[in-house]
């Protein structure tokens, strides 16, 4: 058998669940594997040894008694380092919360504890989650970006550090990050994944999302953590799409894709261009090109006015009181947020809901929107996280997304391809990645 780090989530739960593998074997072949990489990669902010295995050893023998087992039972999974935990540090990824220690699990936590999983650690962010980098390297070439602000969470699933790791997404940090690492990245419809517990940056844009090494896998987790909370302002009391129902179907017919072009996509670069230009040509009759509307880029500036009012309100406190601590790459953001007035803001959350709409009715006729995922390869470290511009409008309008990883640049790096569905047919969206993925692999054969 391969070494157990290596195994897809789904593969090593089921073979936790015959009794083929330990949670305990697993879960130190991860280990072993953040202490021979993470010198190099430092895609963890805290690494809980004593009580992943522990918690392990506790797994294991609930399967040997007979005792029920959940979906995710045994599998080690990394969160970032914004989601609270109370048994570990919550470091947010700035020296003002060093040694923070929550009092409670954030809701997603619980859940993940529910579910059987065992909580390995907290994964790098960018400071405060937002603009300035931190210290994780790309699994591919560590002179390169992991992008952000899940820095550490893509990383650690591309280098098989852990299986499963959760990020948050207000721009494109899931996605991104999932594009430069070479990995599925999974962000569901806005309002699918509790927030409760966690680091709140922008309560409107504010998205959960999921990685890992396959469509079943990144399903899998989502529906192990996604609910109703009442205590999130965008949770929705309805029922949820089932993700890895969707992950593991057949399109009934070919879907309908679009793809939009937009006046940003020269920022492409141009190895990425072309392989897109290949993906699209692979799709042939099932793909539409279409011109955006033009208001449609406008779309890019709401979402900024958006996420940096209510970053300054949500945090005003924190920032009054550090302004000192933050980076230099931080404080101009803030300085042009505190500048937007109420009415700009509320002009902007009213753009969002027309967004919204659009999409809702563009989604009466096609299944999806592909799409790139970045600019290209990741940047070289120090050069920033990557241009998120490719995500900004579907995060806006609160669009389930997933990054296919299929692409290679010209310098060996991975390039993603993006889908987009509509809302709350998150289901339907991974059915459509599934095909489409079958489609580009058939195409390549």
Known sequence: ???PNTLSATDAAQKIRQGLLSSVDLVKACLARIDETDGELRAWAFVDREGALARAAEMDAIRKSGRAVGVLHGIPVGLKDIIDTKDMPTERGTSIFAGRQPDHDATIVQRLLEAGAVILGKTVTTELA???ANETRNPHNPNHSPGGSSSGSA???????V????????????IRPASFCGVFGFKPTRGTISRTGLLETSRSLDQVGCFGRSLDDVALLTDAISSYDPADTLSFARPRPAMLDGAR???PVKPNLVWLNFPFDDRLDSDAAEGLAEVRAALGDNLDVLDAAPNLADLIGVQHTIHEYEICQHQRDLFDAHWDDLSDTLRPVLERGRKITK???DDAIGVMDSAQAFFDHLF????A???PSAKGEAPVFGNGTGDPIFCTVWTLAGLPSINLPVLVGETGLPVGVQLIGSRETDDRLLRTANWTLNQLQGQAA
């Open 1 to 3: 058998m391969n070494a």
């Open 130 to 132: 937002f603009v300035h």
């Open 155 to 161: 990383a650690a699933v591309a280098a098989f550090q």
């Open 163 to 174: 299986p499963l790791a959760i990020g948050t997404q207000t721009n494109g940090s899931v």
């Open 249 to 251: 179907s057949d399109a």
């Open 343 to 345: 009415a700009q803001y």
């Open 364 to 367: 009466l006729e096609y299944d």
């Open 369 to 371: 929107v592909i799409a």
